[in-house]
């Protein structure tokens, strides 16, 4: 009896077994893309300058994007936050690509800002439309991005914000990282601040398969708004 057993455990085992090697339903090559996802860790959570996850505090960040062939792309990203609520999901789509002979990127869309567990009174959700142009240079890589919001957050009305960005490589193993950037707001009343420009300076390096970054983040926002401006913040990151 115990023999009949364990032959028919056998068959069934050796039945399911060709399961563990099953072809996906739907593969990524029949869908034309690839999904790729991303997880962080950051001393501190900054937002154009601004502490999202309050001074001090970390965060944890994850992401999930779909990529097609064609430069469309889809994704979605979440962070914890200390401030109505207590996480941030962001929802993403557009096109990526390079343009031109000289190979120019460019990178337009909208995105979703999203707070799912804030009162829906603090009217925080607001969205997005950006253009990003960026170029690879050899010795640094150069961005500049224009985003729009027709009604900002906390409904603070039309809203711009400019961006530039320089990497530059330093010996084998690190690059140096500036950010400049400028916010516009519509209604700075409702907003909670002027207008302000916004800044890092750090530098990124590769870490035993992680990405690290170390900067220095600040606006020129007076101390009566922002107490205690500008302060160092590290972050651990990876893609997969």
Do not use: C
Request: hydrophobic fraction near 40%; avoid cysteine.
């Amino acid at each position: 009896m115990k023999t009949k057993i364990v032959i028919a455990a056998m068959a069934a085992f050796i039945g399911f077994a060709p399961m563990a090697n099953a072809e996906d339903l739907i593969s990524e090559k029949s869908l034309g893309g690839k999904f790729s996802a991303n997880a962080a860790m950051t001393t501190e959570y900054f937002f154009r300058g601004l502490t999202q996850s309050g001074k001090g505090n970390p965060a944890v960040q994850a992401g999930f994007d779909f990529a097609h062939n064609s430069g469309m792309y889809l994704g979605a990203w979440g962070s914890s936050i200390n401030f109505g609520g207590n996480i941030e999901t962001d929802f993403y789509g557009g096109w990526s690509g390079e343009v031109g002979d000289a190979k120019v990127g460019v990178d337009a869309g909208v995105i979703l800002y999203h707070y799912p567990s804030a009162d829906s009174t603090d009217n925080l959700d607001f969205w997005e439309g950006y253009v990003k142009l960026s170029k690879d240079f050899g010795v640094a890589a150069a961005s500049a991005k224009l985003s729009y919001s027709p009604d900002y957050t906390v409904s603070s009305g039309d809203a711009v914000y400019i961006e530039a960005a320089l990497d530059i490589p330093v010996g084998k193993y690190f690059t140096l990282n500036l950010h400049g950037g400028h916010q516009w707001v519509d209604d700075n009343d409702a907003f909670g601040f002027d207008d302000y420009s916004d800044y890092l300076v750090g530098v990124s390096f590769g870490l035993v398969g992680f990405s690290a970054q170390i900067a220095y983040v600040g606006t020129d926002l007076p101390s009566a708004q922002v107490a205690d401006d500008g302060r160092l913040m590290a972050s651990l990151s990876r893609s997969f």
